[in-house]
T-cell receptor, first 114, second 118 residues
Framework: DAGVTQSPTHLIKTRGQQVTLRCSPKSGHDTVSWYQQALGQGPQFIFQ???????QRGNFPDRFSGHQFPNYSSELNVNALLLGDSALYLCASSLEGGSGNTIYFGEGSWLTVV | AQKVTQAQTEISVVEKEDVTLDCVYE???????LFWYKQPPSGELVFLIRRNSFDEQNEISGRYSWNFQKSTSSFNFTITASQVVDSAVYFC???????????????FGSGTQLTVLP
């Protein structure tokens, strides 16, 4: 049973560029959330997707956008990268309507903006 | 607004000692979920436990145990007979419950770095 998988694992971008991160949820899960974790801090919620729509959004600018595909996989896009966007980006998946569902995380994508 | 406080930034113990990680939360919701995750240097958040707000029964799983007390808004985590492999950052997190019964966005504490020395 595959867990949450993310790609790429590591990447380096230049300030002003755009980046796309990808996530495949755990088998059987239909809800995907994205989190940003800066060094030495706890993860911060970016947004959540369910049924291909953004259902919840945290306090992040519009430069952060996402998408969920019919197979439940998801992408996170960040435009006009800033140095402060350097962080670990974590994808989490869960099952809507599950009895107190558990939220599982992938290993994350380490983004460095130079 | 929801808030999770992990007052212990770093804890260092010697192998085989017991260690308790503290977590205090704030929420206006009457139903919610509490979680503990472990994050090794690789970065992945490893799920340890989930507890519903209406279930205050404490739990023991091997060397791990959890103490949930709604009266003090605390959800503490204890590792008995710690091992070097337990060294990691541990996060406590809180989530509201949606009408469907699902968990929504997680609000994390700032984490506690646990170092177990041989």
């Amino acid at each position: 049973d595959a867990g949450v998988t993310q790609s790429p694992t590591h990447l380096i971008k230049t300030r002003g560029q755009q980046v796309t991160l990808r996530c495949s949820p755990k088998s059987g899960h239909d809800t995907v959330s994205w989190y940003q974790q800066a060094l030495g801090q706890g993860p911060q919620f970016i947004f959540q997707y369910y049924e291909e729509e953004e259902r919840q959004r945290g306090n992040f600018p519009d430069r952060f956008s996402g998408h969920q595909f019919p197979n439940y996989s998801s992408e996170l896009n960040v435009n006009a990268l800033l140095l402060g966007d350097s962080a670990l980006y974590l994808c989490a998946s869960s099952l809507e309507g599950g009895s107190g569902n558990t939220i599982y995380f992938g290993e994350g994508s380490w983004l460095t903006v130079v | 607004a929801q808030k999770v406080t992990q007052a212990q930034t770093e804890i260092s113990v010697v192998e085989k000692e017991d260690v308790t990680l503290d977590c205090v939360y704030e929420t206006r919701d009457t139903t919610y979920y509490l979680f503990w995750y472990k994050q090794p240097p690789s970065g992945e958040l490893v799920f340890l436990i989930r507890r519903n707000s209406f279930d205050e029964q404490n739990e023991i799983s091997g060397r791990y145990s959890w103490n949930f007390q709604k009266s003090t808004s605390s959800f503490n985590f204890t590792i008995t007979a710690s091992q070097v492999v337990d060294s990691a950052v541990y996060f406590c997190a809180l989530s509201e419950e949606a009408s469907s019964g699902s968990a929504r966005q997680l609000t994390f504490g700032s984490g506690t770095q646990l170092t177990v020395l041989p």
